[in-house]
């Protein structure tokens, strides 16, 4: 029987049945449904409105009801409409009419609100704890290859050389936003819904400060019609989780290209790689592959949450039962990729000799060498011009700057001296560039010292 069947005098169809049921997938928030409805009951005995035997005796049943679904004794395959009426028709079945007695003062609106919030919160701290993980893992590896000298790149060529842990770094910090961003979402969303009622409130005098406080939130929500209607902290998650996804996903475009039989940079581990049904020799980054092509699965939710709510009139409409599926995929496939990329990129092996030799070449030290005429007094627009003309010589000569005599410097400017070798030698490059976020290696250890007191900060 349906909990809401008293108006109706014939069966809903089967088809809409079907249709309109949530609990294949608003099952998994059961416990955040059970944990509600005890804050619920526990306010209303609280008010006087359920005696405190009442109370007990329904507080009973819920927990009997969590631990049989917990244990499998108690199966969610059933004809319920959702979470929230399985819940209610099983206790009612276990203790009676005091069971009927569960729903006062609410609404399956502020219910689905508060189990929405509740699960979502829990996704938001655990995506985040994550992140945290994951900036941990970067920070060791950045600590590891403060040496490990690699070229930079612009429009994928060579242009500057680089470390490995300033590379590394740059995305630490990408990760560093998305903690951020997860905690300014737990912030704005960490009120509670419970106690709007359908839209407008109740007439029972319900205490929804004490039943936000039993339940862990800041407070009670300001305005009813909103707390039934809005999902903007869904769309805030599903917002940081597509940026989260999108830096994973550079970062394994990178994995990928450094995997190549062109570049070597990384050897990834046998744990995170697959080979070929075909092809003995093939070791192939797959899960770098999948963690890019999931990326696309959760900017989908995120688009189709935003479509559905984008014109739905106040206050509570059925098409927010569209909020669910998506994000529940979203989150699990969010989670899943963060924890995959950080076993993938702490079991890497970096090729330090093939990324060193890689950054020798590609006249990166070419900027180097133009400051260098430009402290020799020529304007610097000058000094561009004269290196690129030794660029045009080492291409005809096919060589690297550093290979090139000093004749062959001083064919094209005067000014050159024995001291440009040491002014363009790969370390130079590096270990001059000292301002803050450069590559240096007094502006690596700041960095590192940076992001390290950043996470002991972080909860």
């Not at 028709?89 to 007695?101: A, E, T």
């Not at 599926?325 to 989150?331: G, S, V």
Request: proline share 3%; hydrophobic share 35%.
């Amino acid at each position: 029987m349906k909990l809401w069947g008293g108006r109706f005098t014939k069966e809903t169809d089967e088809l809409v049945n079907r249709f309109n049921a949530s609990l294949p997938f608003d099952q998994r928030f059961y416990h955040q449904d059970i944990r509600g409805s005890i804050a619920h009951v526990t306010m209303l005995a609280k008010q006087g409105i359920l005696t405190d035997s009442e109370r007990d005796e329904i507080i009973a049943g819920l927990r009997g009801i969590e631990a049989d679904i917990d244990s499998g004794k108690l199966s969610l395959n059933s004809d319920a409409e959702d979470i929230h009426s399985f819940v209610e028709s099983n206790l009612i079945d276990r203790i009676g009419d005091v069971g009927k007695k569960l729903h006062t003062g609410r609404s399956r609106n502020d219910q689905v609100a508060l189990d929405m919030r509740l699960y979502a919160r829990d996704e938001v701290l655990q995506t985040r704890s994550l992140v945290k993980h994951l900036m941990e893992t970067l920070l060791s590896l950045m600590e590891q290859n403060t040496e490990t000298y690699m070229p930079g790149f612009t429009h994928l060529q060579k242009a500057q050389p680089v470390t490995l842990a300033h590379h590394i770094g740059a995305y630490l910090e990408m990760f560093r936003r998305d903690y951020g961003r997860l905690s300014d979402i737990y912030e704005r969303m960490n009120y509670c819904p419970l106690g709007a009622g359908a839209l407008a409130g109740t007439t029972y005098p319900l205490d929804r400060a004490y039943t936000a406080s039993l339940l862990d939130f800041y407070g009670p929500t300001v305005n009813s019609m909103d707390s039934v209607s809005d999902r903007d902290y869904l769309i805030e998650y599903l917002s940081a989780g597509a940026t989260i996804m999108m830096h994973l996903s550079r970062f394994c475009e990178e994995i990928i290209l450094w995997n190549s039989n062109e570049y070597r940079f990384v050897e990834l581990d046998d744990a995170y790689s697959t080979g070929s049904s075909i092809m003995p020799q093939k070791k192939n980054p797959d899960i770098a592959e999948l963690i890019r092509g999931k990326t696309g699965r959760v900017y989908g939710a995120l688009t189709s949450l935003l479509t559905t709510m984008k014109g739905i009139p106040l206050a509570y409409n059925k098409d927010m039962q569209e909020d669910k599926e998506l994000t529940f995929d979203a989150i699990d496939t969010i989670k899943g990729c963060i924890s995959l990329f950080d076993g993938m990129i702490a079991t890497t092996t970096f090729r330090k000799d093939v990324m060193k030799k890689s950054a020798t070449g590609g006249f990166t030290n070419a900027t180097d060498a133009a400051d260098y005429l430009v402290k020799k007094g020529v304007p610097f627009r000058d000094a561009h011009g004269i290196i690129g003309q030794l660029v045009l010589l080492c291409i005809e000569k096919n060589c690297a700057m550093d290979d090139l005599s000093l004749a062959d410097y001083q064919s094209i400017c005067p000014v050159f001296e024995q001291d440009i070798y040491e002014a363009i030698s790969l370390e130079t490059c590096v270990e001059r560039r000292n301002t803050t976020g450069a590559p240096g290696p007094k502006a690596i250890r700041e960095a590192i010292e940076y992001e390290r007191q950043f996470l002991r900060n972080c909860k």
